[in-house]
Nanobody, 124 residues
Framework: QVQLVESGGGLVQVGGSLRLSCATS????????MAWFRQAPGKEREFVAG???????LHADSVKGRFTLSRDSAKNTVYLLMNSLKPEDTAVYYC??????????????????WGRGTQVTVSS
């Protein structure tokens, strides 16, 4: 059974920082593209950042320059460092895995596995 386990969400003030983690198995980490999505109440799930083969990363325009996605191969973990947080970043953040690892996609429907999500709340 594929597991994607997110952690690191919480309540933070405007301008603050959080680091989200997504831990998975080695099989998933090495074969699947990994991405973060978020969903705010009443809105569709949207792509935030992803990483694929060769270490290629993509960040949504709305978070570019503020969020940074990285991965730790030794821990089979993907991280999302979020700086300069804004109230509009408030959402449930989901980790997702997509097969194959070399296909870059931002569409939620293309992802095969999902974590349960972690809440991020930015207060003004």
């Amino acid at each position: 059974q594929v597991q994607l386990v997110e952690s690191g969400g919480g309540l933070v003030q405007v301008g603050g920082s959080l680091r989200l983690s997504c831990a998975t198995s080695g099989r998933i980490f090495n074969r699947y593209g990994m991405a973060w999505f978020r969903q705010a109440p009443g809105k569709e799930r949207e792509f935030v950042a992803g990483i694929w083969s060769g270490g290629r990363t993509l960040h949504a325009d709305s978070v570019k320059g503020r969020f940074t996605l990285s991965r730790d191969s030794a821990k089979n973990t993907v991280y999302l460092l979020m700086n300069s947080l804004k109230p509009e970043d408030t959402a449930v953040y989901y980790c997702a895995a997509e097969d194959p690892i070399y296909v870059v996609t931002t569409r939620p429907g293309d992802y095969d596995y999902w974590g349960r999500g972690t809440q991020v709340t930015v207060s003004s």
